[in-house]
């Protein structure tokens, strides 16, 4: 599949911009960061991974309410974590800052805007779960050409937006710049 | 009087002579064990890698990613030469003082170096296919470096950048340490 393939449906309009994504995170060792500047933990870049040509696994949160699910039926808490980040971070294309020299910063004309397509996955047992799955998606599909920075340039976006709970009875942590609220809020 | 100080402290006239025969014991002992040579490169490469050993338990940046990725590994069988590419990324750019990086997964069978202080954020990735990811956001969230290639990163660059990374964080938070103790 290339990026020019029309089969490459990127976004699905049906999925209001309100929704938010779930993300179901293996326990692997040290995803959950250290802010050097003593701040709180974030995810790192390696739970947003985008492969097997489909795009990155996701539960849409418009789509568990119809099937009356919450977001702690989704997983076993002891194996896995849950992140969350709104379907409008996904689309939202950041604009480049330039330098105060006027000159756009490199890396800046990656395209940043995905979107997220419905995909009825095959697991869990649960079919309410199974009918919640999407996937995230961003031009380029993964492995073609050139998808690799766009996808950096992506996930860092998502990075920077994602909450986290590593806990069923956990609050979620949530990213802050500065001292100020998230990013994605 | 010793042979030896007779070598050393032999008037000039007798210095030649002394010469020559240390190199016909030379030559000698180099045709009686013709494996003689590469024994002593490789006994040289096993002192340098002792070496090398050493620096690295001396890095605690170094050492502290080397243990991580032994961690990853009861997880994620890594592919290709992830690892040793990352430690070569690593050993080139990271010092005594430098500020550690986390090292995980990138979610197949790839390794992340990251870096991060608040907004301001580093990552080398090495991928199974041999690219190399190199990703540099500043202090305001902006993403200033994304750049993806076969092979290796500038070293030297990738260097420079962990030096202003620590230096950043170090003017924050002097005691940054102890966030991994």
Known sequence: MTATDPEWVVD????????????????QPDFLDVDLNGGPPRLGLGVFSYKDEDGMSVYVSSRMKDEDISDEELIDWKRVYLCRFPVATVRRADAATPYPDGTAPVGSDTETAGGVVLDVASFPDDERVQRSHGLVRIPIPPKAAGWRPMWNAFRIKLMQATHVKVAKSADWIVPTTNGDPARST | MSVVNDFYQAPTAKTSWARR????????????????AHEHRDRLAADRDALADAVIVANDAVQ????????????VVLGG???SRLLTCLRAS???????PTVTSDGEDGLIAQWRAGERFLAVEMTSDGDYSL???????VLRRNESATGYPDLDNLKA????????VVA???????LFE
């Open chain 2, 64 to 75: 502290r990613a080397v243990n991580q990725i032994a961690k990853i590994e009861e997880h």
């Open chain 2, 94 to 100: 990271l010092s005594a003082d430098s500020v550690f």
């Open chain 2, 172 to 178: 924050r938070n002097p005691r940054w340490r102890d």
């Open chain 2, 135 to 141: 990703m540099l956001v500043d202090s305001d969230g």
């Open chain 1, 12 to 27: 699905d309009e049906d999925v209001p911009d309100e929704a938010t994504l779930f993300r179901r995170v293996p326990d």
């Open chain 2, 21 to 36: 025969q240390r190199s016909a014991w030379v030559q000698k002992l180099r045709a009686s064990t013709k494996s003689s």
């Open chain 2, 81 to 83: 030469d992830v690892r």
């Open chain 2, 161 to 168: 950048l962990v030096r202003d990374f620590t230096a950043a």
